[in-house]
């Protein structure tokens, strides 16, 4: 079965950090590649960044690249997303998922999400 569970989140201020932690199923990480996502509240989902099994092949939306860094340690069927320089926009739930294959940003399974609140 594909499980993942997000960790991490929580309410920080503008300019900190926080890192995400995406624990998954063995089989769920045996997928080609993961992402993160995030959805604001009234907007929809939108990709935040992806990196591949291996780790050579990362991508990240141009509202977060600079800021954020995608990560993965095989070892632990772990995925991880450090958020540094925190914006108010940056809040919204974050959710980890597989990736569907023959894309790089658009995700399959899904889980729960962790809320992520930047006050300003």
């Known amino acids: 079965q594909v499980h993942l569970v997000e960790s991490g989140g929580g309410l920080v201020q503008a300019g900190e950090s926080l890192r995400l932690s995406c624990a998954a199923s063995?089989?769920?990480?045996?997928?080609?590649?993961m992402g993160w996502f995030r959805q604001a509240a009234g907007k929809a989902r939108e990709f935040v960044a992806v990196?591949?099994?291996?780790?050579?092949?990362?991508y990240y939306a141009e509202s977060v690249r600079g800021r954020f860094t995608i990560s993965n340690d095989n070892a632990k069927n772990t995925v991880y997303l450090q958020m540094n320089s925190l914006k108010p926009e940056d809040t919204a739930v974050y959710y980890c998922?597989?990736?569907?294959?023959?894309?790089?940003?658009?995700?399959?399974?899904w889980g729960q999400g962790t809320q992520v609140t930047v006050s300003s």
């Open positions: 063995e089989r769920a990480f045996s997928s080609r590649a």
């Open positions: 998922a597989t990736i569907k294959y023959g894309t790089w940003r658009e995700g399959d399974y």
């Open positions: 990196i591949s099994r291996s780790g050579d092949n990362i």
